[in-house]
T-cell receptor
Framework: DQQVKQNSPSLSVQEGRISILNCDYT??????FLWYKKYPAEGPTFLIS?????DKNEDGRFTVFLNKSAKHLSLHIVPSQPGDSAVYFC??????????FGKGTHLIIQP | EAQVTQNPRYLITVTGKKLTVTCSQN?????MSWYRQDPGLGLRQIYY???????DKGDVPEGYKVSRKEKRNFPLILESPSPNQTSLYFC??????????????????FGPGTRLLVL
């Protein structure tokens, strides 16, 4: 049973527009959430996180929104830049076994 | 420079030939783990270690072994590799185990990955 779901394997967005990546989770024990970014041939790197006591966290062009009642979070990138093209992993912590990752969404920023 | 290193970065081997992928971190982190990344499956945890001499199974431990004799090193051992272990492997470390209710937004630091092909 997949506890963290990223239902869009890929997403294509024009440069300068907003990119919205979505993530759903099922385990109500998760109490914080992270987004990782991964370029080809590199390991994932931490991007932004949010605790369950908040509904929004912002860091520059990146904002993460958390809707606990819907068990849904999203990552907004605005404006999108070519260097944002990467695979984005949603991860959740607070369950029994460290972090649980989604399958990832491949974001493609088109010029 | 704080980092997690893995070796080798690329490896081609044959079924049944034992291999070890090394992982080392220089951040004095207690918690280390191994993941494999496969198309359509994302990152899945193989094994993790909360501290020296403390290891436990993750989601997909079959066919793998680990050891944690020193804090900085966490090697992944494939005693008898099989083709279904062809994958991209990542080692990761964090200051402590990410556990419920701590309210600490700890992140894991990932190594660069090891791409393994088992023929």
């Amino acid at each position: 049973d997949q506890q963290v779901k990223q239902n869009s394997p890929s997403l294509s967005v024009q440069e300068g527009r907003i990119s919205i990546l979505n993530c759903d989770y099922t385990n109500s024990m998760f109490d914080y959430f992270l987004w990782y970014k991964k370029y080809p041939a590199e390991g994932p790197t931490f991007l932004i996180s949010i605790s369950s006591i908040k509904d929004k966290n912002e860091d520059g062009r990146f904002t993460v929104f958390l809707n606990k009642s819907a068990k849904h979070l999203s990552l907004h990138i605005v404006p999108s830049q070519p260097g944002d093209s990467a695979v984005y992993f949603c991860a959740a912590g607070g369950g029994a076994d460290g972090l649980t990752f989604g399958k990832g969404t491949h974001l493609i920023i088109q010029p | 420079e704080a980092q997690v290193t893995q070796n080798p970065r690329y490896l081609i081997t044959v079924t049944g030939k034992k291999l070890t992928v090394t992982c080392s971190q220089n951040m004095n982190h207690e918690y280390m783990s191994w993941y494999r990344q496969d198309p359509g499956l994302g990152l899945r945890q193989i094994y993790y270690s909360m501290n020296v001499e403390v290891t436990d199974k993750g989601d997909v431990p079959e066919g793998y072994k680990v050891s944690r004799k020193e804090k900085r090193n966490f090697p992944l051992i494939l005693e008898s590799p099989s083709p279904n272990q062809t994958s991209l492997y990542f080692c990761a470390s964090s200051l402590s185990r990410i556990s419920r209710g701590r309210g600490v937004q700890e992140t894991q630091y990932f190594g660069p990955g090891t791409r393994l092909l088992v023929l």
